[in-house]
């Protein structure tokens, strides 16, 4: 089956600075790649979501990059905030499953004021 | 639009007992997702409903079971509780190819 791995675990930036979590699939079948932002004692939430015919997605101060050929995908955050503090996760799915989220073990991001 | 609703928020079981956990998707979405979340596993994908059929499933012992009523709600039943059972289950909806729209979750502890 799917796995998905993600690094860091943990990551401290200074407020204005960008972040990077990255993750790497292994069945190059997935083709839908979400990205979901928890905070602490709430539901995980969608940030923002690539699917494989797309190398690049931008929503404001958020990016998603897909590399197939490397099976990575990547979340940047541009001027951090302290409200982006939270933990992040990356999931991926493939064809005729895309409730079937493969989840990453999450990277804690903390904004420092 | 409502958002996704699970009841209870909180469970606390014993050892051996059953307990069903419910979820309500927002309207007009027809798919259910069951994930349970622990510190040790993270998020891990339980099963899906759709239109009150499983589609997929999980790799998790058949004590784990769910179900879908007509009106798109949902319920999971988990039979003879295990210590390592205590989790956050979060349900899921979505709507055709819409991204998951997640639950607050029902905090299961099981003593």
């Known amino acids: 089956g799917e796995n998905v791995e993600q690094h860091p675990s943990t990551l401290s930036v200074q407020e204005g600075d960008s972040a990077v979590i990255k993750c790497t699939y292994s069945?190059?079948?997935?083709?839908?790649f979400p990205w979901y932002k928890q905070e602490l004692g709430k539901r995980p939430q969608l940030i923002i979501d690539i699917r494989s015919n797309v190398g690049e997605k931008k929503d404001q101060r958020i990016a998603v990059t897909l590399n197939k050929t490397a099976k990575h995908f990547s979340l940047h955050i541009t001027e951090t905030q302290p409200e982006d503090s939270a933990v992040y996760f990356c999931?991926?799915?493939?064809?005729?499953?895309?409730?079937?989220?493969?989840f990453g073990s999450g990277t804690q991001l903390t904004v420092l004021p | 639009k409502a958002g996704v609703t699970q009841t209870p928020r909180y469970l606390i079981k014993t050892r051996g007992q059953q307990v069903t956990l419910s979820c309500s998707p927002i309207s007009g979405h027809r798919s259910v997702s069951w994930y349970q979340q622990t510190p040790g596993q993270g998020l891990q994908f339980l099963f899906e409903y759709f239109s009150e059929t499983q589609r997929n499933k999980g790799n998790f012992p058949g004590r784990f079971s769910g179900r879908q009523f007509s009106n798109s709600r949902s319920e999971m039943n988990v039979s003879t509780l295990e210590l390592g059972d205590s989790a956050l289950y979060l349900c899921a909806s979505s709507a055709g190819d819409s991204p998951l729209h997640f639950g607050n979750g029902t905090r299961l502890t099981v003593t």
């Open positions: 069945d190059s079948a997935s083709n839908y």
């Open positions: 999931a991926a799915s493939g064809p005729g499953s895309a409730r079937q989220l493969t």
